[in-house]
């Protein structure tokens, strides 16, 4: 037991002081992500050593480092549990003429089974459906959603890349757009309410730091930064939904909601972890959600498996600028612009 214990804290503190360093190859970006993992391991090893009986001067040290790295990991974490305050208060519903709902899922380009997912679609009868990863197949597969959502966006790409919008709602001013990399499409367009009101939504699906994909997050980090600044210059009422391919406590995700101003309705909720759907202890919130302050929240959930390594996200808003939806905790400093900026810039010459 002594010896599984050392083994848990040297893992405990190693992959903490990884996650601390601020280089963008994947390798070392990769440790944002099990934060909630690193933390039951760094536990598990003061469990370990305690009931081991005598605590020497050695295994004290050991416990004291393993007990900083917990620290440091679980206050990233924390904002995302139901101990910390709700960022976006939940509305109540008032009128339905400026409600919309969002269903986001990554199909994952191999799978083939779409039975599943229209279940999901018919069952929560999302206005608004954005699939990830949606080949040609999958544009044939969910054909039959377009009798209800008129209004779509088809970019049909092998590269899993690929990505749709099915809409009940009227859609203006449509843009896709290849922010960094020519093979990698966002949306950008305009959700009309059935009472005028207008909602600009951006789709987004970076290319995540990974072997087989990008050496490092370079590329990622300037896609979403893009579309952060484009909203801090314009804020208006504003959706941003999306697999981003990052986690909802890394320096970037925190980083695109301060310069953006928009809410995470996640955070005092939960995780709402949506990758791996088929490994459990692998599991963290890929996923993401944001909104303006002028949209009430009224429902948010994470939908059930249909077949592909994510879970799908859903979600219903309310235009309601009038009340006092919540608002985003911290705002850019003078540091953040400026790392914006460079990111951004570094992003567009390695693009």
Not at 89 to 96: E, L
Not at 256 to 272: A, I, K, V
Not at 327 to 336: H, I, L, N, Q, R
Request: hydrophobic share 45%; proline share 7%; with cysteine.
């Amino acid at each position: 037991m002594l010896t599984t214990a050392w083994v848990l804290a040297a893992l405990t503190v190693l992959v903490t002081a990884a996650s601390l360093w601020n280089y963008k190859v994947w390798w070392v970006r990769m440790f944002d992500l099990p934060r909630g993992q690193v933390i039951l391991l760094g536990v598990l090893a003061i469990v370990f050593f305690i009931s081991d009986g005598a605590i020497s001067s050695a295994t004290g040290w050991a416990i004291a480092f393993t007990t900083m790295a917990i620290g440091l990991q679980a206050r990233k974490v924390f904002p995302y549990t139901f101990l910390a305050p709700v960022m976006a208060r939940k509305g109540s519903p008032r009128d339905p003429q400026r409600r919309v709902s969002l269903l986001v899922a990554n199909v994952l380009g191999t799978n083939r089974d779409a039975r599943r997912l229209l279940k999901l679609i018919e069952q929560h009868d999302p206005d608004l459906i954005l699939t990830l990863e949606s080949d040609a197949w999958w544009e044939q597969a969910l054909s039959s959603v377009q009798r209800t959502r008129p209004h779509a966006i088809k970019i049909p790409l092998d590269n899993l890349y690929g990505m749709h919008c099915f809409s009940r709602l009227p859609l203006h001013d449509t843009v896709v757009r290849y922010l960094i990399e020519e093979d990698v499409p966002s949306i950008r367009t305009s959700i009309q309410l059935p009472s005028g009101d207008r909602i600009t939504f951006h789709g987004l699906h970076p290319r995540p730091p990974a072997p087989g994909e990008n050496a490092t997050a370079i590329e990622r980090d300037a896609e979403l930064l893009i579309v952060a600044r484009e909203i801090e210059k314009d804020p208006g009422t504003v959706i941003v939904a999306g697999d981003l391919n990052d986690v909802a406590w890394s320096t970037t995700s925190d980083l695109f909601r301060r310069t953006s101003g928009l809410l995470d309705p996640r955070r005092g909720r939960g995780f709402f972890n949506t990758f791996h759907a088929k490994v459990p202890f692998f599991r963290w919130p890929l996923d993401h959600i944001f909104h303006s302050a002028d949209l009430a929240l009224m429902r948010l959930e994470r939908l059930p498996a249909f077949g592909s390594d994510h879970y799908p996200m859903f979600i219903e808003l309310e235009y309601a600028p009038a009340r006092n939806n919540g608002e985003e905790d911290e705002t850019p400093s003078a540091e953040d612009e400026g790392e914006v900026d460079e990111r951004i810039e570094e992003g567009r010459e390695k693009g």
